[in-house]
T-cell receptor, first 113, second 115 residues
């Protein structure tokens, strides 16, 4: 089955530690996105990548970093500089051309204490 | 900057009753419009989208939405809801001129269907 996988489902970290969230897709999509979801605030864009080895900051990129070394993979690192990292993180992808919708993974819930 | 407003944070409704979830967007530029549904602790699933053409769009699970350009609205409707429709619903827009196809989301509306 084609789709987007995010691992792990739940992640716990101590304050001050960096943590990397995995996002893999086998849809052959060019574009990939990372969103953060907080209660009552909808989804906010962290980073996006439209092609391998290239990515751009979204609206709330501070304290996060990404890489796009392979088309299938777009890992997100939450650094210790992120002041409030506890949230639900969603990865999405989109095909090139006439398809405009984004397809979402199941999400990773990160808790930092 | 583009913004999306979902005025109702929660909408309670009885099973088999009709429901409307409201969505308004701010910009007058041409946009693509989407409704997504999210079940607890899951990702988002596309319900329907408006790209062009007919302003009435039909989606999955019996949902439909109407694009109103003059009112910059894209309200979601279902004539008869089921318990299984209980979920959070997000409206999103994408600027047609933005080649990144970034989505701007509303804050979501929690639909609570009661028996």
């Amino acid at each position: 089955d084609g789709g987007i996988t995010q691992s792990p489902k739940y992640l716990f970290r101590k304050e001050g530690q960096n943590v990397t969230l995995s996002c893999e897709q086998n849809l052959n999509h060019d574009a990939m996105y990372w969103y953060r979801q907080d209660p009552g605030q909808g989804l906010r864009l962290i980073y996006y990548s439209q092609i391998v080895n290239d990515f751009q900051k979204g609206d709330i990129a501070e304290g996060y970093s990404v890489s796009r070394e392979k088309k299938e993979s777009f890992p997100l690192t939450v650094t210790s500089a992120q002041k409030n990292p506890t949230a639900f993180y969603l990865c999405a992808s989109k095909a090139s051309g006439v398809s405009y919708e984004q397809y979402f993974g199941p999400g990773t819930r990160l808790t930092v204490t | 900057a583009q913004s999306v407003t979902q005025l109702d944070s929660q909408v309670p409704v009885f099973e088999e009753a009709p429901v409307e979830l409201r969505c308004n967007y701010s910009s007058s530029v041409s946009v693509y419009l989407f409704w997504y549904v999210q079940y607890p602790n899951q990702g988002l699933q596309l319900l329907l989208k408006y790209l062009s053409g007919s302003t009435l769009v039909k989606g999955i699970n019996g949902f439909e939405a109407e694009f109103n350009k003059s009112q910059t609205s894209f309200h979601l409707r279902k004539p008869s809801v089921h318990i299984s429709d209980t979920a959070e619903y997000f409206c999103a827009v994408s600027d047609r001129k933005d080649s990144s196809y970034k989505l701007i989301f509303g804050s979501g509306t929690r639909l609570l269907v009661r028996p």
